[in-house]
């Protein structure tokens, strides 16, 4: 790893990585190394405490049982919290939004205290909302409709100090009937668009990117381009 | 509703009636229950005449055909679903329960993965005369089989931890230590196997030691065989018989097939979650003239594609890959983020027609594969 290297948190993958989340920090190493930028992975596990010095962070969804482990794992080791009131961008999916918040109560019915970086609590919902998810982004600087897939039970309320990422336009997001997908709180971006979020939604992975190595040139992929039309057209 | 709930009832009666007197041995797991299977039906042969499902269809309809086709069979193996293993046990009372593996399968169609651990558990809880071979090196099944009676531990390997890292038991993490694992939150650990292998060999209890080659490729058909093995012995069959029965298997509904398709051979592999694909990719011959990965989302596949992110496809060195499917696209772009060099042909067999000429491997997901098949059947040799 070269000192000038980018570095990607992919923060507790062997926990909070059901959905193909790692992903997200593939891609966004592979958007920086594509324009000459290098770009290094730093993979966070159980074992490990959370450093607080890394670039960016992302973390994925998890079971009821992982989510646990993680939500503990990052209260001992207050590393991404550090990270965040320095401006670090953190991208969180699915249960990591539930994670961050203040609490979410399990599918059990029991109150876990969440890391609290997010203004939202989460509680379990009447039926699972499973399908492709598309929305309208409410992040300024983004403006192609973001899309992924969602299966998640819990549903996210967000508070005064959260704002949503994006207006659903297809499937549920936060909570159904809510209209709201994700938030966004300082420099922390969260959804429920698993896939993984950012090889759909290339604009919110530069996005995320520009937060720490300022603005990139057009990083132009046809199959990318190709993927998004037919996700977006999809029935 | 009422129509399905009186269709269910007498299907589980059916199943009852046709499963009555055999000796049964019922394999579940997400992956390898086919090839399980086959190979038990195989090794159990030697004892006389067994009813199988052998083309997959493992829920109440195709067990209930299987035992009718073959009304005098006194032996009978069959692959049944994860989900429907507890009310199918309640109904024909197995003889021998093999559990292979848990791992995630189409999580938009399927409970998650702890629920089902715990529901096999409580069904296997309700059969405490059964023999149980289980696969020891798998953290899900094991939880699943611990508290049984007659359990036979098969080290049959497990490839795919990543969804076992917390105990099934406990909520608190599994720790690994090499082949070994144990769980920090309760007395809960790998159990001492009384059946494993290595490249060569085949070991069982008493210093059992038989050599074994199989006619199916992949470190993960040798413990589909191991598990096959021990199970057709707690039936009564000699272990060196089933060994021969078990190696030689060397196609499974179609899957391991080499087909010809005009300049091409192909050699087709099916895999249906990011285990099985894990597997798959790991058969591959790397010096074969192109690799073809077929993609689709239809509903028996799963709908979401998130796993393609969960398997390492970083390891092809130079031999040209196709990504073909009707979800080929979300293929391209995770191979493009993989660094791999390929190409986009949505058709399998146009694909499979654009590798250079000779030896071609070919993975697909469940409904790819069936039109795949069904597609060169139509074409027919040429």
């Known amino acids: 790893m070269s000192d000038s290297a980018v570095r990607i948190g992919l923060v507790l993958p062997d926990v909070m990585g059901t959905y193909g989340d790692g992903g997200n920090a593939l891609v966004l190493r592979q958007r920086l190394r594509l324009r000459g930028i290098p770009a290094d992975i730093v993979e966070i596990t159980l074992p490990d405490p959370v450093p607080a010095e890394l670039d960016l962070y992302t973390l994925g969804g998890a079971e009821d049982y992982a989510q646990r482990l993680a939500t503990r794992h990052l209260i001992r080791y207050p590393g991404l919290q550090q990270a965040v009131s320095r401006g670090a961008p953190v991208l969180a999916i699915c249960a990591a939004i539930q994670v961050l918040g203040h609490w979410y109560e399990t599918s059990a019915g029991e109150r876990v205290d969440g890391v609290g970086l997010l203004d939202l609590v989460t509680a379990p919902q009447p039926v699972r909302t499973i399908g492709e998810l598309v929305s309208r982004p409410l992040l300024p600087g983004l403006s192609d409709p973001l899309t992924g897939f969602e299966n998640h039970r819990g549903g996210t309320v967000l508070g005064s100090s959260a704002n949503p990422l994006g207006a659903v336009t297809r499937g549920a997001g936060n909570r159904a009937g809510d209209g709201f997908d994700g938030g966004i709180q300082g420099s922390v971006v969260a959804t429920y668009m698993h896939g993984p979020c950012l090889a759909r939604n290339p604009q919110l992975a530069d996005w995320l990117l520009a937060r720490v190595v300022g603005e990139l040139p057009p990083l132009d992929l046809d199959e990318v381009a190709l993927l998004r039309r037919e996700r977006l057209s999809a029935r | ?382």
């Open chain 2, 1 to 382: 509703m009422i129509g399905g709930l009186v269709a269910m009832t007498l299907d589980r009666s059916l199943l009852r009636q046709l499963g009555e007197g055999r000796r049964t041995v019922l394999v579940t797991g997400t992956n390898g229950k086919s090839t399980t299977t086959r190979m038990t039906s195989a090794a159990l042969a030697s004892l006389g005449a067994v009813a199988t499902n052998s083309t997959g269809a493992n829920m109440d309809a195709g067990l209930i055909a299987a035992l009718a086709s073959a009304r005098d069979a006194e032996l009978a193996a069959l692959e049944v679903d994860e989900m429907h293993l507890p009310h199918v046990a309640d109904a024909v009372s197995p003889h021998v329960m093999v559990l292979l593996n848990l791992s995630r399968d189409q999580l938009d169609r399927v409970g998650e993965i702890n629920a089902i651990e715990r529901a096999l558990r409580q069904g296997l809880a309700r059969h405490p005369g059964a023999m149980v071979v289980a696969n020891c090196d798998d953290v899900l099944m094991t939880s699943a089989a611990y508290d049984c009676p007659n359990v036979v531990w098969v080290a049959a390997g497990g490839g795919w931890a990543n969804d076992s890292v917390s105990c099934p038991r406990s909520g608190e993490v599994i720790v690994r230590d090499r082949s070994h694992w144990y769980s920090t939150g309760t007395d809960f650990k790998r159990p001492t196997p009384q059946w494993w292998f290595d490249d060569e060999t085949l070991y069982g209890p008493d210093g059992l030691a038989l050599p074994m080659k199989l006619s199916l490729p992949g470190a993960v058909n040798r413990g589909n065989a191991a598990q096959a093995v021990a199970a057709a012995v707690a039936c009564g069959v000699d272990p060196a018989a089933a060994v021969t029965a078990v190696a030689g298997v060397d196609e499974v509904a179609g899957r391991y097939r080499t087909v010809t398709v005009g300049a091409h051979t192909a050699r087709m592999l099916l895999a249906k979650n990011p285990a099985g694909w894990q597997e798959a990719l790991s058969m591959i011959d790397k010096h074969s003239a192109g690799v073809v990965i077929s993609v689709n989302g239809q509903v028996p596949d799963g709908e979401d594609l998130s796993w393609l992110w969960d398997v390492r496809f970083e390891h092809f060195d130079r031999t040209p890959v196709v990504a073909a499917g009707e979800r080929g696209t979300d293929l391209a772009v995770r191979l493009t983020y993989a660094g791999v060099d390929h190409t986009l042909v949505h058709d399998t067999v146009a694909a499979i027609e654009s590798c250079p000429p000779g030896h071609v491997e070919v993975i697909a997901n469940y409904t790819a594969f069936f039109q795949l098949t069904r597609a060169l059947h139509r074409q027919g040799p040429r």
